[in-house]
């Protein structure tokens, strides 16, 4: 079952405490293949004599239908103290003891936007989360449009909220659908179990089927007509870029053919989903196709090649000292494709604005050098605002071909921007941007405390199983290891990548422990629902941003700093927290912290 008791307001109301009990302990043995602890059992005899003493005392509540622990599918293990169906709304009771806290408030509020978003049957109905304080009688409240009361104003709540208009049916609302959108993780797995992904009204409306369609029509024209085609395919970060191209090679061949390899200079990226996947055929390194082809080695075996994050391909500089190959990733990269037998496709997802290691500095700029000197004719199709880019080139400019929403989930559709707008100092946009963020729960936080931070996520995924959180940090910052963030080289190159984004929370190598950081070189491309930056003294502020660390022979330094700070900023589905440790130089923690108030984010 998805939850754990269901009946009316007034079978609640006369239900015997212990039988509702013995519902909830089947059902958590069922789900959890376990026993609930003392505390889970205290906490459900609290919540039942308080639940049922209010709905005995409004009658009205009658018909009303009542869910105790409702599993949100495939959310791994979220589930609503209470979920009460009216006439006209819903309500979600969340019971708590204690001070309250924001990580309580802010999983209430999450519970009821997911419930409203993602629920079939709660579409068009508005939704009320309830905060209820067993131990704090009187308290009667607001906070951030939760209801906040103590246990002796919940009927008068559930009075308030009206909804005596008769009931909804119950048992038709539960059975109803739940399509919560997908991380990357668990759109890989469903993908390659032939599943069709959640929430697919989302991809349609940011153009991914129509998108998909027309790359799989191309690779057919090319193969029939014998041409050689290269698609660049941009968008912001988290819009579905690294998923069109999972997509695309797995539906290209599907699993018993091989004609299409998804490779990515992402070496985590890879390692996560090689980890998840159990299969290394259809995500590769782009450095083994680096060794595979330099020099004009042997040939893949595919004629379409797809490479993600193309726009921080290496330049020639980089590539004779690092591969001793004396051409630039482009230039292989075109070199190969133009000699593939028959016909060839090269598919590059970029995400503008993220490079981030030495000699990624070039850009897109070297994609069409490279087209330039192909020994074939090469046709280029680009989203518009790239096409000047390619001048002397054959350049067909489509802006499908620019994914503009996030498909993290809706609340992070203006991170990105708001990432942006902060890092170009235009504090006042980001603040009005933090705002709007917040009005869908995207959650913004800021602290001078990283326990505080820890406290928070912890208490905000408290039973959420499959819920991702952790710790990221700017591989440049030198202030975090004497804090006990240890992210400098030796540390973060032992750590097992795959498992940190994808072990289950009990795993000693999940992010989840909160222990080990990963830089922005190891999370770009992937996602958290939550979480913690850990900022560091390579990124100051002084009326404006500026670079703390030189990096040496790199040709901006300061772009890569402020790149590598908007990559750590928009890994997070659900919100971010950044924590402004006190040993920031020449005076820096107040400012940045400041500075993080100003563009929106709230005080932890």
């Known amino acids: 079952m998805a939850y754990g008791w269901l009946g009316t307001g007034c079978e609640i109301a006369d239900a015997r405490p212990e039988t509702v009990e013995r519902a909830l302990r089947e059902s958590h043995a069922a789900y959890y293949a376990g026993s609930p602890g003392a505390s889970q059992v205290a906490a459900w005899h609290d919540e039942l004599n308080w639940l049922s003493a209010s709905f005995r005392s409004v009658p009205e509540t009658c018909e009303w239908g009542v869910v105790l622990e409702y599993e949100l599918p495939g959310e791994g293990g979220r589930r609503p103290d209470v979920v009460v169906l009216t006439s006209d709304r819903l309500i979600v009771l969340e019971f708590k003891r204690g001070r309250m806290r924001p990580g309580h408030v802010d999983q209430v509020k999450a519970y009821a936007n997911d419930l409203a978003d993602y629920h079939s049957e709660t579409h068009g109905l508005p939704v009320d989360p309830v905060l ?225 290691y030495l000699g990624e500095e070039a850009g897109l700029g070297q994609w069409a050098d490279a087209v330039r000197a192909a020994a074939e004719p090469i046709e280029v199709h680009v989203p518009s605002h790239l096409a000047s880019l390619f001048d002397g080139c054959v350049v067909t400019a489509d802006d499908h071909l620019n994914l503009t929403r996030t498909l993290r989930t809706h609340r992070a559709e203006n991170s990105a921007e708001w990432a942006r707008s902060l890092l170009t100092g235009d504090l006042g946009r980001a603040g009005s941007l933090a705002s709007q963020l917040d009005a869908v729960g995207y959650e913004l936080y800021v602290t001078t405390d990283l326990l505080q931070a820890k406290r928070y996520v912890l208490d905000r995924y408290d039973v959420a199983v499959e819920k991702t959180f952790g710790l990221l940090a700017s591989s440049k910052a030198r202030n975090l290891r004497p804090l006990g963030v240890d992210n400098e080289f030796q540390a973060t190159s032992r750590l097992r990548i795959g498992p940190w984004f994808a072990d289950p929370a009990d795993s000693p190598f999940s992010c989840r422990q909160l222990m080990a950081p990963v830089t922005e070189f190891q999370c770009q491309g992937l996602e958290l629902d939550l979480p913690i930056l850990c900022w560091g003294d390579d990124l100051g502020w002084d009326d404006g941003w500026l670079s703390r660390r030189i990096t040496r022979q790199a040709r901006d330094t300061h772009r890569l700093r402020l790149n590598s700070y908007r990559v750590l900023m928009t890994r997070g589905r659900d919100g971010l927290v950044i924590w402004v440790p006190p040993n920031l130089p020449r005076g820096d923690s107040p400012r940045v912290f400041e500075a993080l108030r100003d563009a929106g984010m709230r005080a932890l």
Request: aromatic share 6%.
């Open 132 to 356: 209820v304080y067993t131990d704090r009688p009187g308290v009667a409240g607001e906070e951030d449009g939760v209801l906040v009361v103590g246990p002796d104003r919940l009927p008068q709540t559930l009075r308030d909220l009206d909804g005596f208009d008769g009931a909804r049916d119950v048992q038709r609302w539960v059975r109803g659908t739940y399509a919560p959108l997908p991380s990357l993780v668990g759109a890989a797995k469903s993908i390659f179990r032939d599943e069709e992904l959640p929430a697919i009204k989302r991809a349609e409306s940011a153009g991914i089927p129509r998108l998909l369609a027309s790359l799989h029509a191309l690779a057919a024209q090319a193969k029939q007509n014998g041409e050689r085609h290269l698609v660049l395919v941009s968008g912001v970060p988290g819009s579905g870029k690294t998923l069109v191209g999972l997509q695309f090679v797995y539906e290209h061949g599907g699993q018993q053919e091989r004609t299409a390899v998804l490779y990515s200079g992402n070496d985590p990226l890879v390692q996560v989903l090689q980890h998840v996947l159990g299969s290394a055929i259809f995500v590769r390194r782009w450095h083994d196709f680096d060794l595979q082809a330099g020099g004009r080695g042997r040939l893949p075996d595919h004629n379409v090649l797809v490479f993600d994050e193309a726009q921080r391909a290496w330049d020639r500089d980089r590539m004779r000292e690092r591969k001793h190959i004396e051409q630039s990733e482009p230039d292989l990269v075109v070199d190969v494709a133009s000699r593939l037998p028959g016909w060839s496709v090269v598919i590059g997802l970029i995400g503008e604005g993220q490079e981030i």
